[in-house]
């Protein structure tokens, strides 16, 4: 009788252990991005401000809109939170994209484990707004770059530049990440140039 008390009790504690684990997998935050850009953005986020996220390079390199959603499934699937950074701007020239991501948007909009942080016209925007109020038009993620050069020095989206995380540390500095947050909710997606990175940002607990 004993020996059965103990091997009931011992498996209740095997039962929770699991189900703690299947829990934390399942709030676990798996980014998902179009690029090197993306990639280098959120892992120097994580060591900065020791996030418990997940990064993975084989969830980044592209940006259609189909192979984004199969990776969404994928991190489903193994029960994590899909956060989706990418870029919107192929939506304004191409009309089988552009429907994609309205399908895309509409699939998800009320899910609370799909979160989709797309940037028009690229993410290089959202840096932008750490530096400058403006959603004005830029059209290309080459006309930010070339706006944003004059506030981060050399930036280029290349692998040299982008893996040295003095860059990004200059972005979370003097309360910049806080006014891009600010900047880009009060703009929202009406005017020409959007960002909804600020929902990453909240959603995996970053203290402003």
Sequence with gaps: MVCLVHYLTFRIKIMARKE??????????????????????????????????KIRPRFFGN???????KRIIQVLSNEGIAVVIFDADV??????????????????????RVILCDSQPSIEYWFLLHYLKTNRFFGTSK???????????????TNDFLRNPKWVEDLCN???????LERAISYGEQGPSYSNVW???KYVGIKL
């Design 20 to 53: 703690a684990i299947r829990r934390q997998r399942h709030g676990r935050a798996v980014i998902i991005g179009a690029g090197l850009t993306e990639r280098w953005y959120f892992s120097h986020l994580q060591f900065h401000f020791n996030l418990k996220i």
């Design 91 to 112: 939506s304004t020239w191409n009309d089988a994209e552009k429907a994609r991501l309205i399908a895309l948007k509409k699939k998800y909009e009320k899910s609370k």
């Design 143 to 157: 006309a930010v770059v070339d706006e944003l050069v004059k506030y981060v020095e050399r930036f280029e989206k």
């Design 199 to 201: 929902k990453a940002i």
């Design 63 to 69: 940006e259609n809109i189909t192979t984004l959603e």
């Design 174 to 180: 003097n309360g910049k990440l806080k006014d891009a």
